[in-house]
């Protein structure tokens, strides 16, 4: 079945530092990825829909400066957290579509903690 | 907008007991419709799904779902809950198109005793 991997899998920075967080699907081409983000014991927010090959489209609430998005190929997509702060501290969650509108295949997440 | 509702935060059962998970969508076009399950310290697995054709669904580990359309739901159901099913449990639809993120509802903390 269709695999995504998300690298790492928990990072600890310092507060003020950028983390680059990593998806990747293994075995088919992704050409849109979704990011979420997951607070403990809460539900899965969209931050924002990646296409490959063009600017990422970001839900309301959430900066596009701050969370960077690339999806520069069809198999990865990175999400950059600049200047990260104690309150970006979350479970970030990859998941990638195949296109077709149908299911969609999630990583298993990365947890990062901003000290 | 589409938003998912889960009726129930917490359901704690006893094994063996039954089991129904409401779920409520709202969304105005053609759906499809998803339940996922995230056990303790793991990353969220596919239950189970509804594209189109009939309404009922069955799923992974004795789940199923049934659609109904005219009360835009969604629910989860298990005859004979294990201990094991102990998870955290999420709804979530997106629109019939190509790349449509999933819209999640708040999820479900389900506790099974032995």
């Known amino acids: 079945g269709a695999v995504v991997s998300q690298h790492p899998s928990w990072v600890i920075c310092k507060s003020g530092t950028s983390v680059k967080i990593e998806c990747r699907s293994l075995?088919?081409?992704?050409?849109?990825m979704f990011w979420y983000r997951q607070f403990p014991k809460q539900s899965l927010m969209l931050m924002a829909t990646?296409?490959?090959?063009?600017?990422?489209?970001?839900e309301q609430g959430v900066e596009k400066d701050k969370f960077l998005i690339n999806h520069a190929s069809l198999t990865l997509s990175t999400l950059t957290v600049t200047s990260a702060h104690p309150e970006d501290s979350s479970f970030y969650i990859c998941?990638?579509?195949?296109?077709?509108?149908?299911?969609?295949?999630f990583g298993p997440g990365t947890r990062l903690t901003v000290l | 907008a589409q938003s998912v509702s889960q009726h129930n935060h917490h359901v704690i059962l006893s094994e063996a007991a039954s089991l129904e998970l409401g779920c409520n969508y709202s969304?105005?076009?053609?759906?499809?419709l998803f339940w996922y399950v995230q056990y303790p310290g793991q990353h969220l697995q596919l239950l189970l799904k509804?594209?189109?054709?009939?309404?009922l669904v069955k799923g992974i580990k004795g789940f199923e779902a049934e659609f109904i359309k005219s009360k835009f739901s969604f629910n989860l159901r298990k005859p004979s809950v294990q201990w094991s099913d102990t998870a955290e449990y999420f709804c979530?639809?997106?629109?019939?198109?190509?790349?449509?993120?999933?819209?999640f509802g708040k999820g479900t903390t389900l506790s099974v005793s032995s």
């Open positions: 969304y105005g076009g053609t759906v499809n």
């Open positions: 990646s296409n490959e090959g063009s600017k990422a489209t970001y």
């Open positions: 509804y594209f189109s054709g009939d309404p």
């Open positions: 979530a639809v997106n629109a019939n198109q190509a790349g449509t993120a999933l819209i």
């Open positions: 998941s990638a579509g195949s296109g077709r509108g149908d299911e969609q295949f």
């Open positions: 075995d088919f081409q992704a050409t849109t």
